[in-house]
């Protein structure tokens, strides 16, 4: 089990950054997958960006260029740095993180908002 707290969202004007971040209850040191989500209004949950041990982030092409995922082992945190932010890159950022045993983590998610 582990415990996830999303921070960071907030109202930004396009072409903004912001800085979101996950912390974990526990070591992330041995996650099978880590990312980030996010659900707009009227639409699915979709991928944003994740990373698999052992591997490179991916990217939706959507944010390709713009987003960069990254950990910190020491702080247990994931966070996720959003540039050149866009009106449609509004949503629910939601954190997840999938163990080896079949666990598969949400945190509560956290309102991003990109005014035009």
């Known amino acids: 089990q582990v415990q996830l707290v999303e921070s960071g969202g907030g109202l930004v004007q396009a072409g903004g950054s912001l800085r979101l971040s996950c912390a974990a209850s526990?070591?992330?040191?041995?996650?099978?997958?880590m990312g980030w989500y996010r659900q707009a209004p009227g639409k699915q949950r979709e991928l944003v960006a994740t990373l698999r041990s052992g591997a490179s982030a991916n990217y939706a092409d959507s944010v390709k260029g713009r987003f960069t995922l990254s950990r910190d082992n020491a702080k247990n945190t994931v966070s996720l740095q959003m540039n050149s932010l866009k009106p449609e890159d509004t949503a629910v950022y939601y954190c997840n993180f999938g163990d080896y045993n079949g666990g598969n983590y949400w945190g509560q998610g956290t309102q991003v908002t990109v005014s035009s």
């Open positions: 526990r070591s992330i040191f041995n996650f099978r997958v």
